[in-house]
């Protein structure tokens, strides 16, 4: 593969994301069809798809030898990572995005040989876009984020689906020992304020490859630590369960797993 414009990749995957975005807002003027998946309560709607649409299009003119790993259908061609991979979820948090019209966002990861390169999260109708670019740090709209700090569990944020304390009762030491939960509906936003201190730390049972993979470029800029809940390292072509936090509050997560 010739060498491949990181710098010109994420200027354009940050227009594009943008551009996504105003796609999504017009169309929700409009009446959309809202169908379900897996269960009754895994949805999806025809915006979800026109963005994965908007995004294999402009991939496919615009840099023919990149392939797209997304979560409305075209993730079915990609068996491995080689080469350049945009791992794209079009609209995260679709729960939200067809009951509250608001926080939901593009998830878009770019790697190269399973390596990621960019991470762009964009919260659409907040109008803010958490971005990085592997080595030059990571930003809230175009302003640095700082490295995360030390934080003791008792003055963390904490976020979690409260349906994952039926799953592992040790998730109760956690909740009583922390400031306070929180629980968003939206994985990447969740990585994407863990990067940016907002929270201090995130638990999910089952995250695919889409909803991580902007969001860990973005983590690992800030020094943020994330694995699956056993500790064990992450990989993107498996769902899986996630965990992710500032380091400290990683340590506490993994204590309550070794137990
Ligand atoms: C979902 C959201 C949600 C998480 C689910 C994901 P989707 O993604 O990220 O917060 O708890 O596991 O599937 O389906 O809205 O893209
Ligand atoms: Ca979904
Ligand atoms: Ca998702
Ligand atoms: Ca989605």
């Known amino acids: 593969m010739s060498e491949v414009k990181w710098e010109e990749i994420f200027e354009t995957a940050k227009n594009w994301t943008r551009e996504a975005g105003e796609f999504i807002k017009e169309k929700m003027s409009e009446s959309f069809d809202v169908s379900t998946k897996a269960n009754e309560n895994d949805l999806v709607t025809d915006v979800d798809k026109g963005v994965e649409e908007f995004f294999k299009s402009k991939i496919s003119t615009h840099y023919t030898n990149h392939r797209l790993l997304g979560e409305e259908g075209s993730y079915k061609a990609i068996k491995d990572l080689s080469g350049v991979v945009w791992i794209i979820d079009p609209i ?107 929270l201090d730390g995130y638990i999910s049972f089952i995250l695919a490859p889409w909803d991580i993979a902007a969001g860990m470029v973005i983590l690992k800029e800030v020094g943020g630590v994330a694995s699956r809940y056993n500790g064990d390292a992450l990989d993107f072509l498996e769902s899986g369960t996630f965990m992710a936090a500032t380091p400290s509050i990683y340590n506490e997560f993994l204590e309550l797993v070794k137990k």
């Open 92 to 198: 995260d948090g679709t729960v939200n995005f067809v009951h509250q019209q608001t926080f939901f966002a593009i998830s878009v990861g770019v790697y190269i040989e399973g390596e990621g390169m960019i991470g762009i999260i964009y919260d659409v109708m907040n109008g803010e876009m958490f971005s990085a670019l592997k080595g030059e740090g990571a930003f809230l709209n175009g302003t640095k984020l700082d490295k995360l700090k030390e934080v003791p569990l008792q003055e963390s944020i904490l976020s979690f689906n409260a349906g994952w304390i039926l799953k592992d009762r040790r998730l109760e030491e956690l909740v009583k020992a922390c400031r306070a939960t929180r629980s968003y509906g939206s994985a990447a936003l969740d990585i994407a304020y863990v990067a940016s201190g907002r």
